[in-house]
């Protein structure tokens, strides 16, 4: 999968909601290489990490047919990184399987989950009742931690190395969650990856007693 833009964050932008009292939404293209950290793309913030960043959302991407899809519903043009992604990909992100490393130039990703979309999204947009529509399409895009950093720019592809075999991708686990959570604590307990919590908190809790600490994973 080809990355035709790398996004990081133009200006913080005050909101009147949440819990910090700016977004990092508004991103823009940038060229040349990108240093790719733990916690994300060098330039790029997360102003509300506990909900919106972190380790285990360090890199968020969307695909171009993806946006194209949305332009063509909405009628205007979405410039990269107007959806807050970091990454716009020729492929199909959401079809990634949860868990996949994935080289990225020298960084290497891994695969943790889809994005779900929060009150400052729609603010962003300016319409109400956008949360609701965006999640009935059905594609939210993919997240991604950093197992091994690196540099990264626009041009290069996104390699996918190894694959779990629970079978569930990002874009599956948005639509049907919570239906395939035990396919992916079987995955995770057998030490094929490691569930990220902001996954593990849409599981029934019933569900979530039988998920092993990383350190009791099968090695």
């Known amino acids: 999968m080809l990355v035709t833009h790398i996004c990081t964050v133009s200006a913080l932008t005050p909101v009147d909601i949440g819990r910090v009292g700016v977004t990092a939404i508004d991103k823009k293209p940038v060229e040349g290489p990108v240093r790719v950290g733990r916690l994300g ?13 972190g380790a285990d ?9 993806e946006m194209a899809w949305w332009e063509r519903e909405l009628g205007e043009e979405l410039a990269p990184g107007v959806f807050g992604e970091n990454l716009r990909v020729d492929g199909r992100v959401d079809d990634l399987i949860i868990g996949s490393r994935i080289r990225f130039g020298t960084a ?5 989950g889809c994005r779900t979309p929060c009150r400052t999204f729609e603010w962003w947009r300016g ?8 999640i009935a399409r059905g594609r939210s895009g993919t997240y991604f931690r950093v197992i ?9 592809r996104l390699e996918v190395l190894s694959v779990p075999n ?23 307990n057998q030490g094929e990856f490691t569930l990220a919590p902001y ?21």
Not at 57 to 65: F, G, I, P, Q
């Open 148 to 156: 091994e950093p690196g540099h990264a720019q626009a041009g290069d």
């Open 41 to 53: 793309l060098w330039g790029d913030v997360q102003a509300d990490r506990a909900n919106h960043g």
């Open 166 to 188: 629970h079978g569930v991708s990002a874009g599956g686990w948005f639509r049907e969650r919570p239906a395939p959570a035990q396919d992916l604590i079987d995955s995770h």
């Open 108 to 112: 290497l990703l891994e695969a943790t």
């Open 127 to 134: 319409e109400k009742g956008w949360m609701k529509r965006f």
């Open 57 to 65: 959302k360090a890199v968020y991407a969307m695909s171009n047919e």
């Open 199 to 219: 996954v593990i908190k849409h599981m029934p809790s019933e569900l979530r007693e039988g998920i092993m600490p990383r350190d009791e994973q099968v090695q």
